[in-house]
């Protein structure tokens, strides 16, 4: 099934990307997304619709079964994986402290993409690397060790890390996961900001509403299976809510323009 997202050319898109485990389990089946500069594309859908899948094979942490992944044109499977890193900058759902560091440190990481084979961080990645700790709300941590840090705080300096990276494309698996509502609403306005400074966001998210403020465009996933894209007003319909997610759903009038209002569907009278 083909679900462009239309517009100009893509700074990231995939066309026919499957991938199975255990010979006939499916995660993903014929999926096409695409990734313009500017925009936001969220990736939507229950638990176990594929969403973390897809965002792998984008990255290239899997390598597709089926289809293509390219970088503004041209097969990613063609590019080292320093070509890649220095394109696309990836933040997981869960980025755990494995090893004892200073926070600056950890965002600096970003920028070893753009080093040479013996090159030493300057003064201006670090002016950077503290730009994004800023920018993510972060900088206070600058001289913590990211063992002591909580899951929501991590994920910031995470955030910042990928900035530093400067990529074309920024992809982002449940970026408000552990943050705290005021938290997250910098952050949904900080991956507003980023797209708006030319960079191309993918973002896969479980709030449909958060979606819908923030979002371009979108690609519902259920099952492993596209199961709709386009403008958000038009895709994220009763009648596909209801279909995907198993829940009623209202979009109701507020001081932001509308907002959706998620309920347990009625069971059937007999």
């Not at 176990?48 to 041209?74: C, D, E, W, Y």
Request: proline letters at 5%; aromatic letters at 2%; charged letters at 20%.
């Amino acid at each position: 099934m083909t679900v462009p997202l239309g517009g100009s050319g893509p700074v990231l898109s995939a066309r026919d990307l499957g991938y199975s485990v255990g010979g006939d389990t499916v995660l993903l089946a014929g999926v096409d997304v695409s990734v313009r500069a500017g925009e936001v594309t969220g990736v939507l859908g229950p638990n176990g619709a594929g969403k973390s899948t897809l965002l792998r094979l984008l990255v290239g942490a899997l390598r597709p079964q089926r289809g293509m992944v390219q970088l503004s044109g041209v097969d990613a499977s063609s590019l080292t994986r320093r070509q890649r890193a220095q394109r696309v900058a990836f933040v997981a759902q869960d980025s755990p402290a494995e090893v004892s560091m200073d926070v600056l440190d950890v965002v600096l990481l970003g920028r070893t993409p753009h080093l040479g084979a013996f090159g030493s961080d300057s003064e201006t990645d670090v002016a950077l690397a503290l730009q994004c700790l800023r920018r993510t709300g972060a900088d206070h941590l600058a001289r913590r060790d990211i063992a002591t840090l909580s899951g929501g705080e991590r994920q910031r300096v995470h955030l910042a890390r990928a900035l530093a990276q400067e990529p074309e494309v920024l992809i982002l698996d449940e970026p408000t996961n552990h943050l705290d509502v005021a938290a997250q609403l910098h952050v949904l306005d900080l991956i507003a900001s980023v797209a708006s400074g030319g960079t191309g966001v993918l973002v896969a998210m479980h709030d449909l509403d958060q979606a819908a403020r923030t979002c371009d465009q979108v690609l519902v996933l259920n099952g492993g299976d596209p199961a709709a894209a386009g403008v958000p007003d038009e895709v994220l319909t009763r009648e596909l809510i209801t279909a995907v997610w198993g829940v009623d759903a209202e979009w109701v009038p507020s001081r932001q323009g509308r907002t959706l209002v998620l309920s347990p569907l009625r069971p059937t009278m007999v």
